[in-house]
């Protein structure tokens, strides 16, 4: 069986929003290393490396599910777009907080609404970028 785990590219922020997303969600960063800590090891085909603090590689851990991030030098990197990062938490107040947590230095696109199928339901991009869409089951 495979397993889907996202990798987000980040400008030079890698290491900021992963210690964001660890303190908001609760997760533990596994991995964080930069380029300059492991310059023997190649990189992938089709990469150029950046300057010697930029994030290689950052993993972290919520419960059983894994994030991955990177840097990317300036001229390589895009804005994400066509998709968000959904999250479902069980509660209406845990999505908000989490909500709010996301929205904090970001642009909200869709604000927190009780929906059909959800107690809450919201869609922000937070300061670094990512597009996150927020859903609680439970008033």
Same mark, same amino acid.
């Given at each position: ?6 990798? @987000?590219?980040?400008? *030079? ?16 960063? $596994?991995?964080?290393?930069?380029? &300059?800590? =492991? &310059? ?7 990469? $150029? ?12 851990? @919520?419960?059983?599910?894994?994030? %991955? *991030?990177?840097? @990317? ?8 777009? *066509?998709?968000? %990062?959904?999250?479902?938490?069980? $509660? ?12 904090? &230095? *970001? ?5 927190? $609404? ?10 922000? =991009? ?6 996150? %869409?927020?859903? &609680?089951?439970?008033?």
């Amino acid at each position: 069986m495979a397993e889907l785990v996202p990798q @987000l590219e980040f400008d *030079g922020q890698c290491r900021e929003a992963f210690e964001r997303y660890a303190a908001l969600f609760g997760g533990e960063i $596994t991995v964080m290393n930069t380029l &300059g800590e =492991t &310059g023997d090891v190649p990189l992938p085909p089709g990469s $150029t490396a950046g300057a010697p603090d930029m994030v290689r590689f950052a993993e972290l851990r @919520l419960g059983d599910t894994r994030l %991955l *991030g990177n840097d @990317l030098p300036a001229d390589q990197y895009a804005s994400p777009r *066509g998709f968000n %990062l959904a999250m479902h938490f069980e $509660t209406a107040d845990e999505a908000r907080r989490i909500f709010d947590g996301l929205a904090d &230095g *970001g642009s909200i696109s869709v604000a927190p $609404t009780k929906v059909a199928w959800a107690a809450l339901f919201g869609m922000v =991009t937070d300061r670094f970028g990512i597009p996150w %869409l927020i859903l &609680g089951f439970e008033d």
